[in-house]
């Protein structure tokens, strides 16, 4: 069964303490992705990559920071440097940077 | 910077009755259009696109228009249904690149039985 996961789906965390969030996709595709929402909010790009050990920064990367060692994984870390860290984190997954993204489920992360 | 500007923010209709969204961008590169649909708690889902090169794509009740000059483009559905309920959300491109997307901030649809 193919596709995006993101685990886990509620993350509850202690101010000033770092958080990973994961997204693993079995899709062989090059180019990954993690955006925020907010409430009211469309999505805001945080980070991409957009093949393995390669990644750029996105509108909001300030306070985030990310890998991408494997092609099928890209981890998302939350700093404490992130001010207002309570979201709805989404990963997406492209064949590469010119197809359509395709969305995992989606981690909240609610900090305390 | 580049925005993609989406109304309205919320819409109701009865079931059987059309609904229509609209979006308008700022980056006369941009070249993919995408439409999203996201049921609460969950992660959004494609559910149409469109290219610059084409001015109107269909795929069943859904449908989305292109107006490059005027730099605007809608979402369509026609006879609703209580399961089309979601936000939905539409995206441009930023320059040529399908990968590097602007949302809109969404379009919560409820439709009434």
Redesign the interface.
Known sequence: DGG?T?SPKYLFRKEGQNVTLSCEQNLNHD?M?WYRQDP??????IY?S?IVNDFQKGDIAEGYSVSREKKESFPLTVTSAQKNPTAFY?C?S?I???????????T?LTVL | GENVEQHPSTLSVQEGDSAVIKCTYSDSASNYFPWYKQELGKGPQLIIDIRSNVGEKKDQRIAVTLNKTAKHFSLHITETQPEDSAVYFCAASIGGSQGNLIFGKGTKLSVKP
């Open positions: 995006i993101q180019a992705y009211g909010q469309g999505l805001r790009l991409y957009q989404l997406a492209s590469n940077k010119d197809n359509e993204q395709f969305f995992g489920p989606g909240r």
